[in-house]
T-cell receptor, first 114, second 118 residues
């Protein structure tokens, strides 16, 4: 299994600012994902973080709002840009390796936008 | 497109009672199915998974789930619930990644909140 850490664990931000969330995996993973969990809701996939290339975004999510980087197989960042209170959520990253493998999740970053 | 339905938003049981959490999925091929648990303020922990083979899957913490293709269901069960099982439970369905060589994205159900009375 993979152990995934995220930084920061929580933050309170002002509207109009941006926050970058870091995700670190303790071993190489083939795929990394970013999810959003809005208050009282389930998880929604934002994008697949691709190593060395642009992320693949799901419907309703765009690169200008959620730029993602993945410079190597163990690290990825998600930026929440020009934040509004509607961006207040928990953001989770996950990783999986190889065929028929399980996705393991980080502890999440709890973001509050005032 | 794949989808997951967890019909029960909130379930309350007494400690020591049996538990069954329902999950129905929609997917056009053989699904990969998962149950995750999320305790307050925590990330998601994998309880068990089904990829193929035996339709009764054993997981951690005494949980099991049964895949029933005819009913498109993957219900989670535990014979005797402990107070520490109180949490939110998510069922998820996955699909193979591009080219079938790696695991793909997950679609989650809405979650079921479990409350355990002493």
């Amino acid at each position: 299994s993979a152990v995934i850490s995220q930084k920061p664990s929580r933050d309170i931000c002002q509207r109009g600012t941006s926050l970058t969330i870091q995700c670190q995996v303790d071993s190489q993973v083939t795929m990394m994902f970013w999810y959003r969990q809005q208050p009282g809701q389930s998880l929604t996939l934002i994008a697949t973080a691709n190593q060395g290339s642009e992320a693949t975004y799901e419907s309703g999510f765009v690169i200008d709002k959620f730029p993602i980087s993945r410079p190597n197989l163990t690290f990825s960042t998600l930026t929440v840009s020009n934040m509004s209170p509607e961006d207040s959520s928990i953001y989770l990253c996950s990783g999986s390796s190889g065929r028929l493998d399980t996705q393991y999740f980080g502890p999440g970053t709890r973001l509050t936008v005032l | 497109a794949q989808s997951v339905t967890q019909p029960d938003i909130h379930i309350t049981v007494s400690e020591g009672a049996s538990l069954e959490l329902r999950c129905n999925y929609s997917y056009g091929a053989t699904p990969y199915l998962f149950w995750y648990v999320q305790s307050p303020g925590q990330g998601l922990q994998l309880l068990l998974k089904y990829f193929s083979g035996d339709t009764l899957v054993q997981g951690i913490k005494g949980f099991e789930a049964e895949f029933k293709r005819s009913q498109s269901s993957f219900n989670l069960r535990k014979p005797s619930v402990h107070w520490s099982d109180a949490a939110e439970y998510f069922c998820a369905v996955g699909a193979p990644g591009a080219g079938g060589t790696s695991y793909g994205k997950l679609t989650f159900g809405q979650g079921t909140i479990l409350t355990v009375h002493p």
